[in-house]
T-cell receptor, first 113, second 117 residues
Framework: KAGVTQTPRYLIKTRGQQVTLSCSPI?????VSWYQQTPGQGLQFLFE???????NKGNFPGRFSGRQFSNSRSEMNVSTLELGDSALYLC????????????FGSGTRLTVV | AQTVTQSQPEMSVQEAETVTLSCTYD???????LFWYKQPPSRQMILVIR??????QNATENRFSVNFQKAAKSFSLKISDSQLGDTAMYFC??????????????FGKGTLLTVNP
C-alpha cells in the first residue's frame, strides 16, 4: 500500500512569506502528526490531528498552524516565515495514536532565505 | 520535563559485528510503548522496533533486539551482524510524562551509526 506522502519535497521561501505543506497519510490511518527536525533541536512535536480535531499541540508560536480534512489528509501552515523556520518537516500517520508507532513520510525540506 | 537521552552522538562498527546504542527516558506513565527509529540519508524515518513497557520480555526483530530495564528507565538497542545498510541516524522515542501520552512522542537527539566494510 502507498506510504505517507508529503509534498513538496523541497521549498525555498523568503522571510515574511507564508507556506503550506501537505501530508497524505496511509489509507485507513486517522491520526496525523507533524514534527520539525533541525540539527540543533532535533525532532520537535508540532501538533497531532485525529478525525479533523487537534488533540495535542507542541510549544510552537501561533504562526504554526494545521488542519486535517475529512479524508485524513493534513496541511500545516507557517505564516510570517523566519530564518529559524528552516528545517525538515516530517509528517507521520498512525491508525489511532502513537502506541503502535508511526509511519513517517520523507519530509519537506523548507529553506527560508 | 520529559527527556529522552541518547548519550552516544556517534558510533561506528565493523560489518558483521554487534553494536549497542543506549537510551534513557523519564516518563512517569506506567503503561506505555517505547520505540527505536532509524533515519538513513534518504531522511525517511523507519520504525525499527517497539517495546511494550508492561511486558518483561525484550522485543526482537530479526537482527535488532532491545534491552529494556523498566526500573532504570533504560532502553538500549542491539544490532547483531551489522550490515552496511544499517548506517543511519537512530532515534529512541518515548511518550511524554503526562497528558495526551499516546498523542505524541518525544525523541532523543539521535546516534549516528556508521557501519564500516
Amino acid at each position: 500500500k502507498a506510504g505517507v506522502t508529503q509534498t513538496p519535497r523541497y521549498l525555498i521561501k523568503t522571510r515574511g512569506q507564508q507556506v503550506t505543506l501537505s501530508c497524505s497519510p496511509i489509507s485507513g490511518h486517522r491520526s496525523v502528526s507533524w514534527y520539525q527536525q533541525t540539527p540543533g533541536q532535533g525532532l520537535q512535536f508540532l501538533f497531532e490531528y485525529f478525525s479533523e480535531t487537534q488533540r495535542n499541540k507542541g510549544n510552537f508560536p501561533g504562526r504554526f498552524s494545521g488542519r486535517q480534512f475529512s479524508n485524513s489528509r493534513s496541511e500545516m501552515n507557517v505564516s510570517t516565515l523566519e530564518l529559524g523556520d528552516s528545517a525538515l518537516y516530517l509528517c507521520a500517520s498512525s491508525l489511532v495514536d502513537s502506541d503502535y508507532g508511526y509511519t513517517f513520510g520523507s519530509g519537506t525540506r523548507l529553506t527560508v532565505v | 520535563a520529559q527527556t529522552v537521552t541518547q548519550s552516544q552522538p556517534e558510533m561506528s562498527v565493523q560489518e558483521a559485528e554487534t553494536v549497542t546504542l543506549s537510551c534513557t527516558y523519564d516518563t512517569s506513565e506506567n503503561n506505555y510503548y517505547l520505540f527505536w527509529y532509524k533515519q538513513p540519508p534518504s531522511r525517511q524515518m523507519i520504525l525499527v522496533i517497539r517495546q511494550e513497557a508492561y511486558k518483561q520480555q525484550n522485543a526482537t526483530e530479526n537482527r535488532f533486539s532491545v534491552n529494556f530495564q523498566k526500573a532504570a528507565k533504560s532502553f538500549s538497542l542491539k544490532i547483531s551482524d551489522s550490515q552496511l545498510g544499517d548506517t543511519a541516524m537512530y532515534f529512541c522515542a518515548s511518550p511524554p510524562d503526562s497528558g495526551g501520552s499516546n498523542y505524541k512522542l518525544t525523541f532523543g537527539k539521535g546516534t549516528l551509526l556508521t557501519v564500516n566494510p
